[in-house]
């Protein structure tokens, strides 16, 4: 049986179907806060849009209509994404005054992120309307928002792109001329039936594929889009091509051009949509074919880790005017196979007369490029697998022979060595480059530290490696970098918090008082009674930790609580890195969503993030996964009752995802905890054979690792209470929902206390405004029934 209205809840052997519960009143008041809101900075640093989300939509909402088609879920009524993040507040500020330019956004739309022209004098969303999906533009000088006649496919495929003149876009629309949605045949027409023949195609337990001609039909119908070029202030549009399956249309940075994907039949029915063949062409603005640039097979035959062969990650060079850039791998895409060299990068220029050329090589596997404006310059970062090393390169494109230089060089795990992310810039063209002044560029980083983190903005000297620090987040506060508006970083956006001051957008001009863009109240005042702390301690084998405690308000020194710990594995090369700190106990305290840290609420103390290193090598890092993520926890017990604060008899486990997979085997393997909480995990590791996480090996492979590691083939070993909770529509890889009610069967079949919830219409995180309060109703009555009273 199943019941839309509310859920249902196996008991014994019934099912009894309750209604959704409510959170106690104190968090129900939380949870009606708005959101914090989001910035979205013009290219022309001289305006920001203000962003507020549409938190905890209605169940009802989630329950519209979803195809699952080749990993894509649609809403068939908007021919959009279903449960797609959308705002319904919008806002825009100049920078110079903070004042704001008023806004009239009409009520109840879902708007998308918006996207900037080039100039930063407008921008454009899509409103999910009942019916279809909007296009809209704003302008900055007029402050008018304006609905263009377009019924935008957002269904499949990047829909919109400003086009360098700042006035046109190109967009995926519904075609006018399409018919009804193909129905559904009463009867099949015939078996499904699929075939491989001898060659090895290993796959990740993908959700929501294909599954026979019918979905073929649909995924037809509603991914094709016909190209328009729309002028924004008439509304005028013109067809460009055909109407096809359009992954995107993208001008080059002279405008002249379109680099063009699409993708086409044969599908297949266990890999998604990305995977399926692809043609790469380049178009001029007529919508007539200039050059074809590759035609790309299924991709079907891609080794685990690995990448397909031939041209991959086709884009335009940002700093020419019609250049496009690949990669091809040198290895056949097989991460095992030894060469001196794992890809080569390309470039070919318009009018695609002469041979490619090849610019670059990677040592190991490209991760990434991002170009200067100067000398033809560019940022290549390659990333070495089997010892998780990242390197970042400055390289001369365009001098042959000229050698590559290391700029930056880490395990990708060792937090306190990033030097940063480097900070990009809109060029006229509509493409990104590298923000540099001179031979300086700027890099934004999250400042970790053995005392949490920092954030900073650095200026950092191509030439002379020299770096000078231009911001630092003071030790008292959490203040990061959210636009640079100057090439030197002098005026920049921050977002700064305090554990008493929540979040709010500042500008920031060297030593001038900063220019105030928000002013965000506290919506929950009783949380600044929180106590936080930053608590480091020694794993048995000395391995470094942390968590983060949380007290609950009022709370009297030297009572000791029951304590929640939540915690998320995470592989290690070394016990260096696996022991650094992370995060940091200077953020503004306010719990959203489903959030464990409602147990303080409760009366709980909570070890927030404690470490869960798992340490090794690489290939057979699992093989003593169990006896680390146990020696992990029994420390941080430990540790918190040596402080006073935790009772150890007293103590439940909690996690989602791989973290519901760890509460699972700690309490089939350990006995240091009353009870656990296990949201949206995969606990039988024979439904993802083909490796999981950061595990390589396939089941044949590792088999004893797969079964070991498997709560589910321990669950008569699971003896203390656990609440299982899944979303009915879960559709991360490897988390199916069959996932929890097999474990629940087992652990109820041999005896254990277990409690399965099936959250409807939900994914693999929560958003329904029921379905979060349903959920911390679960959780904080299962601890206190199973772990709040004391005992003997």
Same mark, same amino acid.
């Given at each position: 049986?199943?019941?839309?209205?509310?859920?249902?809840?196996?008991?014994?052997?019934?099912?009894?179907?309750?209604?959704?519960?409510?959170?106690?009143?104190?968090?129900?008041?939380?949870?009606?806060?708005?959101?914090?809101?989001?910035?979205?900075?013009?290219?022309?640093?001289?305006?920001?849009?203000?962003?507020?989300?549409?938190?905890?939509?209605?169940?009802?909402?989630?329950?519209?209509?979803?195809?699952?088609?080749?990993?894509?879920?649609?809403?068939?009524?908007?021919?959009?994404?279903?449960?797609?993040?959308?705002?319904?507040?919008?806002?825009?500020?100049?920078?110079?005054?903070?004042?704001?330019?008023?806004?009239?956004?009409?009520?109840?739309?879902?708007?998308?992120?918006?996207?900037?022209?080039?100039?930063?004098?407008?921008?454009?969303?899509?409103?999910?309307?009942?019916?279809?999906?909007?296009?809209?533009?704003?302008?900055?000088?007029?402050?008018?928002?304006?609905?263009?006649?377009?019924?935008?496919?957002?269904?499949?495929?990047?829909?919109?792109?400003?086009?360098?003149?700042?006035?046109?876009?190109?967009?995926?629309?519904?075609?006018?001329?399409?018919?009804?949605?193909?129905?559904?045949?009463?009867?099949?027409?015939?078996?499904?039936?699929?075939?491989?023949?001898?060659?090895?195609?290993?796959?990740?337990?993908?959700? %929501?594929?294909?599954?026979?001609?019918?979905?073929?039909?649909?995924?037809?119908?509603?991914?094709?889009?016909?190209?328009?070029?729309?002028?924004?202030?008439?509304?005028?549009?013109?067809?460009?091509?055909?109407?096809?399956?359009?992954?995107?249309?993208?001008?080059?940075?002279?405008?002249?051009?379109?680099?063009?994907?699409?993708?086409?039949?044969?599908?297949?029915?266990?890999?998604?949509?990305?995977?399926?063949?692809?043609?790469?062409?380049?178009?001029?603005?007529?919508?007539?074919?200039?050059?074809?640039?590759?035609?790309?097979?299924?991709?079907?035959?891609?080794?685990?880790?690995?990448?397909?062969?031939?041209?991959?990650?086709?884009?335009?060079?940002?700093?020419?005017?019609?250049?496009?850039?690949?990669?091809?791998?040198?290895?056949?895409?097989?991460?095992?196979?030894?060469?001196?060299?794992?890809?080569?990068?390309?470039?070919?220029?318009?009018?695609?007369?002469?041979?490619?050329?090849?610019?670059?090589?990677?040592?190991?596997?490209?991760?990434?490029?991002?170009?200067?404006?100067?000398?033809?310059?560019?940022?290549?970062?390659?990333?070495?697998?089997?010892?998780?090393?990242?390197?970042?390169?400055?390289?001369?494109?365009?001098?042959?022979?000229?050698?590559?230089?290391?700029?930056?060089?880490?395990?990708?795990?060792?937090?306190?060595?990033?030097?940063?992310?480097?900070?990009?810039?809109?060029?006229?063209?509509?493409?990104?480059?590298?923000?540099?002044?001179?031979?300086?560029?700027?890099?934004?980083?999250?400042?970790?530290?053995?005392?949490?983190?920092?954030?900073?903005? %650095?200026?950092?000297?191509?030439?002379?490696?020299?770096?000078?620090?231009?911001?630092?987040?003071?030790?008292?506060?959490?203040?990061?970098?959210?636009?640079?508006?100057?090439?030197?970083?002098?005026?920049?956006?921050?977002?700064?918090?305090?554990?008493?001051?929540?979040?709010?957008?500042?500008?920031?001009?060297?030593?001038?008082?900063?220019?105030?863009?928000?002013?965000?109240? %506290?919506?929950?005042?009783?949380?600044?009674?929180?106590?936080?702390?930053?608590?480091?301690?020694?794993?048995?084998?000395?391995?470094?930790?942390?968590?983060?405690?949380?007290?609950?308000?009022?709370?009297?020194?030297?009572?000791?609580?029951?304590?929640?710990?939540?915690?998320?594995?995470?592989?290690?090369?070394?016990?260096?890195?696996?022991?650094?700190?992370?995060?940091?106990?200077?953020?503004?305290?306010?719990?959203?969503?489903?959030?464990?840290?409602?147990?303080?609420?409760?009366?709980?103390?909570?070890?927030?993030?404690?470490?869960?290193?798992?340490?090794?090598?690489?290939?057979?890092?699992?093989?003593?996964?169990?006896?680390?993520?146990?020696?992990?926890?029994?420390?941080?017990?430990?540790?918190?009752?040596?402080?006073?604060?935790?009772?150890?008899?007293?103590?439940?486990?909690?996690?989602?995802?791989?973290?519901?997979?760890?509460?699972?085997?700690?309490?089939?393997?350990?006995?240091?905890?009353?009870?656990?909480?296990?949201?949206?995990?995969?606990?039988?590791?024979?439904?993802?054979?083909?490796?999981?996480?950061?595990?390589?090996?396939?089941?044949?492979?590792?088999?004893?690792?797969?079964?070991?590691?498997?709560?589910?083939?321990?669950?008569?070993?699971?003896?203390?209470?656990?609440?299982?909770?899944?979303?009915?529509?879960?559709?991360?890889?490897?988390?199916?929902?069959?996932?929890?009610?097999?474990?629940?069967?087992?652990?109820?079949?041999?005896?254990?206390?277990?409690?399965?919830?099936?959250?409807?219409?939900?994914?693999?995180?929560?958003?329904?405004?029921?379905?979060?309060?349903?959920?911390?109703?679960?959780?904080?009555?299962?601890?206190?029934?199973?772990?709040?009273?004391?005992?003997?």
């Amino acid at each position: 049986m199943r019941l839309f209205s509310g859920l249902v809840l196996a008991t014994g052997l019934l099912a009894a179907a309750e209604g959704y519960k409510q959170a106690p009143e104190r968090i129900r008041r939380i949870l009606d806060a708005p959101a914090t809101p989001q910035i979205s900075v013009s290219p022309a640093g001289t305006h920001a849009l203000l962003l507020r989300a549409r938190r905890y939509p209605p169940v009802a909402e989630l329950a519209e209509p979803m195809l699952r088609l080749a990993g894509l879920r649609i809403n068939p009524r908007t021919n959009g994404p279903h449960k797609a993040t959308s705002f319904e507040q919008l806002e825009l500020n100049r920078l110079d005054t903070g004042a704001a330019v008023p806004l009239t956004v009409p009520a109840g739309m879902r708007l998308s992120a918006p996207g900037w022209s080039a100039d930063g004098q407008r921008f454009a969303f899509t409103n999910a309307a009942a019916s279809s999906t909007e296009l809209w533009v704003g302008s900055i000088a007029s402050g008018q928002l304006k609905k263009l006649p377009v019924s935008v496919n957002a269904a499949y495929g990047d829909a919109i792109h400003w086009h360098n003149d700042g006035i046109r876009l190109i967009v995926l629309a519904v075609p006018s001329t399409r018919d009804a949605a193909p129905p559904a045949g009463e009867a099949a027409a015939g078996p499904v039936i699929q075939e491989s023949r001898g060659q090895s195609g290993p796959v990740r337990t993908y959700q %929501d594929m294909l599954k026979g001609p019918h979905d073929e039909a649909l995924l037809d119908y509603y991914g094709t889009s016909q190209p328009l070029l729309v002028n924004a202030d008439s509304g005028e549009t013109r067809a460009l091509g055909q109407p096809a399956l359009y992954e995107s249309l993208t001008p080059s940075p002279n405008g002249e051009h379109l680099l063009v994907r699409y993708q086409h039949r044969p599908y297949s029915y266990v890999l998604p949509s990305e995977s399926f063949p692809a043609e790469i062409e380049v178009w001029d603005l007529a919508g007539k074919l200039v050059k074809k640039i590759a035609s790309l097979p299924m991709r079907d035959r891609v080794p685990i880790d690995g990448v397909a062969t031939g041209p991959r990650l086709h884009a335009w060079r940002p700093t020419e005017p019609a250049t496009i850039t690949w990669v091809e791998a040198l290895d056949n895409g097989d991460p095992k196979v030894k060469v001196p060299h794992r890809d080569r990068l390309l470039a070919w220029r318009a009018p695609f007369a002469a041979a490619p050329r090849e610019y670059s090589k990677t040592g190991q596997r490209f991760m990434g490029a991002r170009w200067l404006e100067r000398d033809g310059a560019v940022l290549i970062t390659d990333y070495d697998r089997d010892r998780r090393w990242t390197r970042t390169q400055l390289k001369l494109a365009d001098a042959d022979g000229a050698p590559s230089r290391t700029l930056w060089a880490r395990n990708m795990r060792d937090r306190y060595a990033d030097p940063g992310t480097p900070v990009m810039r809109t060029l006229p063209g509509g493409h990104r480059v590298v923000r540099q002044a001179g031979d300086a560029i700027l890099l934004d980083g999250d400042g970790a530290s053995p005392q949490g983190n920092r954030p900073f903005l %650095d200026r950092f000297n191509l030439r002379t490696s020299k770096t000078d620090r231009l911001f630092h987040c003071e030790p008292t506060a959490y203040e990061t970098t959210a636009a640079v508006l100057s090439d030197d970083g002098a005026r920049i956006v921050t977002r700064r918090e305090t554990p008493n001051d929540p979040p709010n957008f500042l500008v920031r001009a060297g030593t001038a008082t900063p220019l105030p863009l928000t002013r965000e109240q %506290d919506p929950a005042p009783e949380l600044r009674k929180v106590k936080k702390e930053l608590v480091r301690y020694k794993r048995g084998d000395g391995v470094d930790l942390s968590f983060t405690l949380y007290l609950p308000p009022d709370y009297q020194p030297g009572t000791r609580l029951p304590t929640v710990m939540w915690a998320y594995p995470l592989e290690y090369n070394d016990a260096s890195t696996a022991g650094q700190v992370s995060g940091s106990r200077q953020r503004f305290t306010t719990p959203a969503g489903a959030s464990h840290l409602f147990y303080l609420l409760a009366g709980y103390a909570v070890l927030d993030d404690a470490s869960m290193p798992v340490v090794g090598t690489p290939e057979t890092v699992n093989d003593n996964y169990l006896e680390q993520i146990a020696m992990s926890a029994k420390a941080a017990i430990q540790k918190a009752a040596e402080m006073g604060v935790t009772d150890p008899k007293r103590v439940g486990v909690g996690g989602h995802s791989y973290g519901a997979f760890m509460t699972a085997n700690l309490l089939a393997h350990s006995d240091l905890f009353r009870a656990g909480v296990a949201r949206s995990g995969a606990y039988n590791r024979t439904l993802t054979p083909f490796g999981f996480q950061a595990e390589r090996r396939t089941l044949w492979e590792a088999p004893e690792t797969y079964l070991r590691m498997s709560p589910f083939m321990n669950a008569n070993k699971i003896n203390e209470p656990i609440l299982l909770i899944h979303g009915e529509a879960d559709n991360n890889a490897g988390t199916f929902p069959i996932q929890s009610d097999r474990l629940y069967q087992a652990i109820r079949g041999n005896g254990g206390t277990v409690r399965l919830v099936m959250l409807p219409h939900e994914s693999h995180g929560y958003a329904g405004r029921e379905s979060i309060e349903h959920t911390l109703a679960e959780m904080i009555e299962w601890f206190d029934r199973h772990v709040k009273p004391e005992r003997e």
